[in-house]
């Protein structure tokens, strides 16, 4: 196909990696088409995506939990953002929008809607964002990362194909880091963001593992400040690590947040954990993912306000005792994730956009 006989395709995804990632996996699968990206000024998609697709930026945030004047604010930026959007769409012929959720899926389906195109939203969320509870009756098909969440739409709109993640976690990827083979390895993961609470946690709980023959990859966050508290020679710390696809597949347990993206990345790479969902999670949605891979025998989840260090250290001391438990746990994570969750959804947007 010549250059400029290749269709165009609107991915609108912003904010965090659990919104970008999933977009970015299937922007991949869509090599034959165009990719406009629609983001926000200053979120994690102006150093993620420019390098690969051209995007453009709209003046455009969350609506506020309560009502105030910041909410009358998002209002009034509504309707320009919509009008950049039908603009952007008329510009590049764009024949289809894929989204990922989020408030940059609102002007995104609404332009849609006006101009007549197509829109595949995927929410990966046991509990769907609100966007894409009031909007999906705009949306061609509405591809799902949790089972659970079918509920909340009519059979015929909704689909489980998982969520996508990056290309790396298909194929096996080494490890630079000095840990022999017999050591068991702990991995630690905050989310994009980190976890404070999180890290302190750890840091209370890791001599004992450590003492207990186990190696600890613990990824803080930029936010932390007592990042140098605790050191040991087994005990490696990094703001974040850049081939998670070779952590996870070599480590035997995680303790993370329930963050979606993490979780199909926990599934596919079969790696058994303790998860800490975000507390202060919008509608709670962290611990229905969580709940989620718990009632799968996949995982055991704690609310933060009730987890000590003695209960943490405990229950892993408990799981390096018994690697028969952690292998089972492992098997059953990864009955819930979609191995060709990516492609199935690039398939979706090219039917939907011929």
Known sequence: MKEEQQPTILIAASG???????????????????IQWLGVPNRLETQLVPE?????????????????WG?????????????????????????????????IAAPAIIAARLRGIPVIIHDSNAIPGKVTRWLARWCHTVALGFHTAERFFPPQKSIWVSTPVRKAFHSSQSLALP????VPLIVVVGGSQGAVAVNQLVRESAQDWLDAGAA??????????????????????????????GLLQRADLAISRAGAGTLTELAITHTPAILIPYPYAAEDHQAYNAQ????????????????????????????????ETLETMGEKAGTLAVKDSAVQIANMVRQAAT
């Open 71 to 103: 909410t009358l604010g998002v209002l009034l930026r509504l309707p320009p953002a919509i009008a950049k959007v039908v603009s952007l769409i008329n510009q590049y012929n764009i024949q289809a929008v894929f989204t990922t959720g989020g408030y």
């Open 292 to 323: 989620t891979f718990v009632d799968a025998g996949a995982a055991v989840s704690y609310r933060q306000q009730d987890l000590t260090p003695d209960i943490l250290k405990q229950t892993v001391l408990q799981w390096l005792n018994a690697p």
């Open 179 to 182: 840990i022999a083979e017999d």
């Open 52 to 68: 690969c697709y051209p995007l453009t930026a709209i003046n455009i945030e969350g609506m506020k939990k309560r009502l105030a």
């Open 16 to 34: 965090t990696g659990g919104h970008l990632f999933p977009a970015l996996a299937v922007a991949e699968e869509l090599a034959d088409y165009h």
């Open 216 to 245: 600890v990859v613990h990824l803080t966050g930029e936010r932390d400040r007592a990042v140098d508290s605790f050191q040991h020679p087994n005990y490696y710390t990094f703001p974040f690590y850049e081939n998670m696809a």
